[in-house]
């Protein structure tokens, strides 16, 4: 989740404003940068609860404030640190405590993996001090929601407010989930259309192979990912697969118009969140909020405005790929591999187009459906979502060998990072299901193993 903005910009007077945020996210196929986002769950080692956000030793706290000495600069919000930044990176709290690097726009996957190990080493060198481990799953596994201590953020406050309003497991899906995604380009329109298209109807298949939280207060929960399961009755207004991305006329002011009609959750002024939730932003746009937000409507506000849609692809100045489960570090970087092999080699790009071309929107729907449920195995037409995914990471594999990516020494390209993908989608098993398996034998029913085996 965001850190507090620190700019407002200049005065909204009109639409074209609005659709020129998006497009001046184009750039020359030089220029796409690769941006990876990814959420673990922090816990007490003792007894493997969440950790409180104050506290003298396992703390959201201590560890932002630990992470401090590798120069990091601390971010705070009423006086309490909430984020951290550093060279184009930022670590960040979700609702309900789960720390997210959002990291830097990189031109490979191996910078993207190294900037993840770092990541990781910093992490486990403070956890270690206070006590704090690491596990990267969709769905907190033990704990119940009263469990989770809210962070102190009055961007989370609103939307826990308004969040029961509108679906009955939002809370869930703000305090209780983590995941992995990819930031990628575009260079013109057309080019944006043909990705979005090709990336929000494959999400499904991204969900099925990264299918990793099965468990929930200690038991199964009768999914494969549940993270991916509560995004279903979350918001209709702002989740899920908006249809319109596959009609006639669908671009830059096409997005903006279903923005526009998305509700606003905030405006945010002299470090103060406003609460204007279900509050329509072409109001805001017309001046009916001066009085509350003590301003006019300004571009800083539409840029935090496009990031309170959560569609399984969501459109800022890039295209961001939202339909996967966190897990454990190697798949990390394979959630970029798949994404990049897909869409930043024409051929691949055009193969990828060429699986999806006839499929329907209900089929679509249906997918995003039944995929949380049941991942590989759901039918598709005369198979099943492991056919697809099969082939999907056919595709993307020889679009990572096609782009020729080598490493610092020049002898590895980035299509390795597709290995964990591959080995998935060989044996038709999701990393779910080896879980399962294991809490019905050997953890003997004990969901305490998963912490203690599974963590970072």
Known sequence: ?????????????????????????????????IGTEHEKFMFRQDDLRPLPYDGDTASVRGMLEGLERFG?????????????????CSVTLEPGGQFE?????????????????????????????????????????????ADVQWMPKGRTDIMRRYM??????GLDMMARTCTVQVNLDFDSEADMVRKFRVSLALQPIATALFATSPF??????????????????????????????????????????????VPMYFAYRDGRYVDLAGRSFRDFMAGKFRGEVGDVARTGDWADHVTTAFPEVRLKKYIEMRGADGGPWKRLCALPALWVGLLYDSTALDAAADIVKDWTVPEMLALRRDVPRLALKTPFRKGTVLDVAREVVKIARA??????????????????FLDPL??????????????????????????????RDFQY
């Open 1 to 33: 989740m965001s850190a507090p903005p620190t700019s407002r910009g200049e005065e909204l007077e009109n639409k074209r404003q609005l659709v020129e945020y998006f497009a001046s996210g184009a750039k020359p196929k030089s220029a796409w940068r």
């Open 164 to 169: 029961p309003k509108k679906g009955g497991l």
């Open 101 to 145: 690097l959002s990291g830097a726009p990189l031109e490979t996957i191996h910078q993207t993996c190294d900037e993840t190990n770092k990541h990781l080493v910093e992490c486990k060198t403070v956890g270690e001090e206070l006590g704090v481990g690491l596990l990267g799953v969709g769905f907190m596994p033990k704990w119940t929601r």
């Open 216 to 261: 929930a207060e200690g038991k199964p929960n009768g999914f494969l990912s549940y993270r991916s399961h509560t995004w279903t009755d979350t918001d209709p207004d702002r989740c899920g697969l908006p249809a319109f991305v596959f009609e006639d006329g669908m671009g830059y002011e096409r997005y903006a118009d279903w923005m526009l009609d």
């Open 72 to 88: 990091w600069t601390r971010v705070e919000e009423n006086g309490k640190p909430v984020a951290l930044l550093r060279d184009g």
């Open 399 to 416: 679009g990572l060998n096609a782009r020729g990516r080598v490493n610092r020494m020049g002898d590895s390209n980035e299509s390795h």
């Open 422 to 451: 591959s080995e998935i989608a060989e044996s038709g098993v999701t990393p779910a299901e080896r879980k399962l398996a294991l809490f019905h034998g050997e953890w003997g029913g004990s969901i305490d193993r998963l912490y």
